[in-house]
């Protein structure tokens, strides 16, 4: 079979590589991919953004199956096309895409449903939104409606930056559209865990629990990215954890969905925040597998990945159970110079060793220029380790980090930390 992953990030580079390891696949073909994929001889990248061009692709060449990676093409619709066209694709409609898309949506859904999350308000008038800062105090959240790639959420510490924040964000529309409207909700304290599942409609498939590094810098410090790196799993989820927040969120998101009219299939991803009395919340919906936690997720996925995406496209995940590597996966960001606020492109990447059972390098803001590696985007490799522990883990990862080198290289050395300390 011939396969379509849509995307162009660490993530998809790890989905495509995962497929392209079963048997039954013929070719992944990945839309537009990055430099990883057009050097790996089982990829082909498509240079195709267009959903409808997309769509023409896989007519014509007889893809039997997209999998798509990113929330854009998904809140655009991409699922609803290719069904329209009786083509076969994994992901949640653009309704269902709504928790991720809007999140105002998706707070009034958990509201509705019950689901565990901070107390919200939502505003498009600047002064209601200043006036209920001033009643409700800091640390507070401000929180952009819509699609924000990562940036859109100002976890303020003092007043002064939440006003800051809806100013920006109302007033002088730094987020255009998807800012017109803000989200502002309490501050919880705790730690957080990425929790994943996929959905054919009917059935719940939990993937392996993983933690993400938001920061740029060691011990959590610096700015915010789009992740700086994550490991699988995440011991703050125990067994006891895990059967609840089944119970408590997953499970009533699915059937508060349905209850909706709204039939989710895809990938649902709940960010948590875990107190320390050990109660989980969910801090947002994501409608699609996370970047970085797909790297260390599909690294210690042992099942056929072909197979549990034909089960979620034919609504029988329920005969699904999955192995994974019990080895700890730690998966290291390697972002470029100036990431996140300006991102330096050029600079000529080395040293990238190959892969091993115990260390995989995944590319993402990266080109192959006439045969030479290229920095093109803020983040550019995610290298993961594997190991018995944590520490093994960690140790696998560093050591292919280290021999690998670019101008203005910024990584961080702690990733998994949290998990040393449980
Ligand atoms: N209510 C909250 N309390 C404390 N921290 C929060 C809260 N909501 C979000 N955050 C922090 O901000 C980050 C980004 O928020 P999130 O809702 O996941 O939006 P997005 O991923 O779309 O930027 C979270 O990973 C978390 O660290
Ligand atoms: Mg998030």
């Not at 079979?1 to 392209?20: C, D, F, P, T, Y």
């Not at 949506?105 to 509201?111: D, G, R, S, V």
């Not at 993937?207 to 810098?217: C, E, G, I, N, V």
């Not at 089944?246 to 039939?263: C, F, H, L, S, Y």
Request: charged share 20%.
């Amino acid at each position: 079979m011939k396969i379509l992953v849509v995307g162009s990030g660490g993530r998809e580079h790890a989905l495509a590589w995962k497929l392209a390891q079963s048997e039954r696949v013929q070719m992944v073909y990945v839309a537009p991919g990055n430099g990883g994929t057009a050097r790996d001889a089982r990829l082909v990248n498509v240079n195709i953004t267009d959903l409808h061009e997309l769509a023409n692709f896989v007519e014509q060449e007889h893809i039997g199956l997209t999998v798509v990676g990113p929330e854009v093409p998904l809140a655009a619709g991409i699922v609803n096309l290719f069904r329209a066209r009786g083509l076969k694709i994994f992901g949640p409609t653009r309704e269902a895409a709504q928790l991720e898309s809007s999140k105002d949506f998706a707070k009034a859904f958990m509201h509705r449903h019950g689901i565990p999350t901070a107390k919200y308000q939502t505003f498009s008038d600047v002064a209601q939104a200043h006036d209920y800062v001033n009643a409700n105090g800091a640390p507070i959240v401000i929180k952009a409606d819509g699609l924000a790639a990562g940036k859109g959420v100002v976890v303020a510490l003092t007043l002064d930056e939440a006003h800051q924040a809806i100013d920006d964000m109302l007033a002088d529309n730094r987020f255009g559209d998807a800012g017109a409207r803000i989200v502002i909700e309490e501050f919880l304290a705790g730690e957080e865990a990425s929790f994943i599942v996929m959905c054919d409609g009917k059935n719940v498939l939990p993937l392996a629990t993983s933690q993400d590094h938001k920061r740029l810098k060691d011990n959590d410090q610096g700015p915010n990215t789009g992740g700086m790196g994550a490991y699988s799993p995440a011991p703050i989820v125990t067994p006891s954890m895990h059967a609840r927040v089944m119970r408590e969120i997953i499970n009533p998101t699915i059937a508060g969905m349905a209850k909706d009219g709204i039939v989710f299939t895809g990938f649902l991803y709940a960010g948590l925040m875990i107190d320390a009395q050990g109660n989980p919340r969910t801090l947002e919906f994501n409608c699609r597998m996370g970047d970085p936690e797909t790297q260390p997720i599909m690294s210690r996925l042992k099942t056929d990945l072909l197979g549990v995406m034909e089960h979620a496209v034919n609504g029988t995940l329920d005969q699904v159970e999955l192995e994974w590597d019990r080895r700890t996966a730690v998966g290291v960001v390697l972002a470029a110079e100036g990431y996140p606020e300006t991102p330096k492109k050029g600079a000529v990447i080395d040293g990238i060793p190959a892969e091993t059972p115990e260390a995989v390098t995944f590319h993402a803001g990266t080109a192959d220029v006439g045969g030479q590696l290229q920095v093109t985007g803020g983040r550019v490799l995610c290298v993961v380790g594997l190991g018995d522990s944590v520490k093994l883990a960690q140790k696998q990862a560093y050591e292919a980090v280290d021999q690998i080198s670019f101008e203005g290289m910024q990584c961080r050395r702690d990733i998994g930390w949290r998990g040393l300390k449980h």
